[in-house]
């Protein structure tokens, strides 16, 4: 049997990039924070249901809820995920780390090599 190496754009390792972007946030980060970093790239689903549930499944690659944040807007409190990841993420290549960076940084930042 020959075992293919996955694709880091497959929806199948979603995980992986949202565990990078939590990692570059510095461990933890809001659900809407990652909805706002995918929100700008083609072909991601920035869809919060989503989201938590990839990072629910995923608890075991390292994946933690570590609490809610309450916002009031128009009379309506809001709740806001925050998770964190402490587990470790699989070899990137280099091309795909390097896209990821750039589409992380802010605008006008020069990315991270």
């Keep these: 049997m020959i075992m293919h ?11 992986v990039l949202y565990a990078y972007i939590i990692q570059a946030a510095g461990g933890e980060t809001s659900l809407e924070e990652i909805k706002a970093k995918l929100a700008g790239w083609k072909r991601r689903n920035a869809n919060s249901r989503r989201i938590s549930q990839i990072m629910a499944r995923n608890k075991s690659k390292g994946f933690a809820k570590v609490g809610e944040t309450r916002t009031r807007v128009g009379g309506y409190d809001i709740f806001t995920s925050i998770w964190s990841f402490n587990g470790e993420l699989p070899n990137l290549n280099r091309r795909t780390k390097q896209s990821w960076d750039e589409k992380l940084s802010p605008k006008g930042d020069k990315p991270k090599i």
Excluded: H, L
């Design 5 to 15: 190496k996955r694709e880091m754009g497959r929806s199948s390792n979603d995980w």
